[in-house]
């Protein structure tokens, strides 16, 4: 959960710094504009954040589906009654 509000953060400065660039004119192909170079760090760092996150709710997912099957296995089991005792003969010759 912490990874998408740190992913959904920075996607938004990368958003904002856009934004700004695009305010003050700066669409140039100008390599040696900041405000580009800091937009495309942040988008950058963003999404690897956002994949980072992914990945983590995937594990958690996981995680809790395996934790769940094995909740739902473990209450089958107490649901079902125990098998009634054998009746054993014994010859007494």
Do not use: C, H, Y
């Amino acid at each position: 959960m912490e990874f998408a509000i740190v992913s959904a953060l920075a996607f938004g400065a990368g958003t904002v710094m856009g934004a700004v660039g695009t305010a003050l004119g700066k669409e140039t192909e100008d390599s040696d504009d900041p405000v580009r170079e800091a937009m495309k760090q942040g988008l950058a760092w963003s999404m690897e954040a956002m994949d980072n996150a992914q990945g983590a709710i995937a594990e958690a997912s996981e995680s809790f589906n395996d934790l769940m099957a094995e909740a739902r296995l473990e209450a089958n089991q107490a649901k079902q009654p125990a098998a009634p005792p054998k009746e054993v003969e014994i010859d007494a010759d």
